[in-house]
């Protein structure tokens, strides 16, 4: 809290030479004031053009009918993009809070704009869970960036974030109208639809992975993986010709076909995806989504004893960190 309002904070700290943070290196980086408790975060990462990428939810509750994320003035329901190694920024109204050194790539798509905020690179977004960027595509170049992102209570969605890109919300969720007056759903400037969208009777909340591009799995090199976070299930979706896309179950094996090192027992929620400098895949998970639960693994995927074909069920487990962690409210 701040003057007893509720702020999400963007922050960096310095890393020491033994690779800890130093506690007492904190700057601010943004500060966006948050009306309700509810869609108030997101994914942030740092892409191959070396910018930073912020995703915001919309700091509502359901419908939530202020409809920041189509406000382009409102840092709510965004993919921000920073340059964090130049320029300053100085925002003191409480809508945005204040942002201290960081400076606008020239080719946002709102840069010039008089009428949106030159950080905004895409728009439309309610609660992104999970965002990536392939590090190879052989069919479009370099970079695409997929997020996953949750609805309601009609669709969860994986998006391709570009630049000046309205996903819907709060107009539309996936491609159906949000709106109760069907007049409303109107035609959204530069809307994209999602890639793949994934109905509530099937899914909670979906979570981001990655495009795989190890070699571990020979059989899901350019395959995108997500999960549902509620469920814990797995799933691949597959690009197939003209932009179509194909979804399908990565079920668990029995641990009878995993390696003997390999054969924990996963945990009932999927949190987040990890993957490391080998472009291998990681689980973090966790039995409980209550606030205060303090147990949770990381866990290693590795493959099956044999992995010469394609095998229809889940690869591996294997932990690697057994972590203590909590989720807390903090003010």
Same mark, same amino acid.
């Given at each position: 809290?701040?003057?007893n309002e509720d702020y999400a904070y963007v922050s960096t700290f310095r890393v020491t030479e033994s690779e800890r943070v130093d506690t007492n290196s904190e700057v601010f980086l943004l500060r966006i004031h948050q009306p309700f408790d509810g869609g108030n975060g997101g994914p942030m990462f740092f892409a191959d053009d070396g910018y930073l990428y912020i995703v915001t939810g919309d700091g509502g509750e359901k419908d939530y009918p202020k409809g920041n994320a189509q406000n382009k003035n409102s840092f709510h329901g965004k993919v921000l993009r920073l340059d964090v190694t130049s320029g300053q920024q100085d925002f003191t109204e409480k809508e945005?809070?204040? %942002?201290?050194?960081?400076?606008?790539?020239?080719?946002?798509?709102?840069? $010039?704009?008089?009428?949106?905020?030159?950080e905004i690179y895409a728009l439309?977004?309610? $609660?992104?869970?999970?965002?990536?960027?392939?590090?190879?595509?052989?069919?479009?170049?370099?970079?695409?960036?997929?997020?996953?992102?949750?609805?309601?209570?009609?669709?969860?969605?994986?998006?391709?974030?570009?630049?000046? %890109? $309205?996903?819907?919300?709060?107009?539309?969720?996936?491609?159906?109208?949000? *709106?109760?007056?069907?007049?409303?759903?109107?035609p959204l400037e530069n809307e994209r639809y999602p890639i793949y969208e994934f109905p509530h009777n099937k899914s909670h909340a979906l979570v981001g992975g990655y495009v795989y591009r190890g070699r571990l799995f020979s059989y899901l090199y350019g395959i995108y993986t997500f999960a549902d976070a509620v469920t814990?299930?797995?799933?691949?979706?597959?690009?197939?010709?003209?932009?179509?896309?194909?979804?399908?179950?990565?079920?668990?094996?029995?641990?009878?076909?995993?390696?003997?090192?390999?054969?924990?027992?996963?945990?009932?929620h999927i949190l987040a995806f990890g993957?490391?400098?080998?472009?291998?895949?990681?689980?973090? *998970?966790?039995?409980?989504?209550?606030?205060?639960?303090?147990?949770?693994? *990381?866990?290693?995927?590795?493959?099956?004893?044999?992995?010469?074909?394609?095998?229809?069920?889940?690869?591996?487990?294997?932990?690697?960190?057994? *972590?203590?962690?909590?989720?807390?409210?903090?003010?």
């Open positions: 809290k701040f003057q945005s809070g204040t %942002a201290k050194l960081y400076g606008i790539p020239g080719t946002n798509p709102f840069i $010039n704009s008089t009428i949106a905020r030159p439309g977004i309610r $609660n992104m869970w999970g965002c990536s960027q392939d590090t190879v595509n052989k069919k479009g170049g370099t970079g695409r960036i997929f997020c996953a992102e949750t609805g309601i209570n009609k669709f969860d969605e994986i998006n391709l974030i570009e630049a000046g %890109a $309205n996903y819907g919300w709060n107009v539309r969720q996936g491609t159906a109208c949000q *709106m109760t007056n069907v007049a409303e759903c109107r814990g299930k797995t799933y691949l979706l597959e690009e197939k010709d003209q932009g179509t896309w194909d979804r399908r179950d990565w079920l668990q094996c029995h641990v009878d076909k995993c390696p003997s090192d390999a054969r924990e027992t996963p945990l009932k993957q490391d400098l080998k472009s291998e895949l990681y689980l973090l *998970m966790a039995d409980e989504f209550l606030i205060g639960s303090k147990t949770g693994k *990381m866990f290693a995927l590795l493959p099956l004893k044999s992995d010469t074909t394609a095998p229809s069920c889940y690869s591996c487990l294997v932990v690697t960190v057994a *972590m203590v962690f909590s989720w807390e409210n903090i003010h």
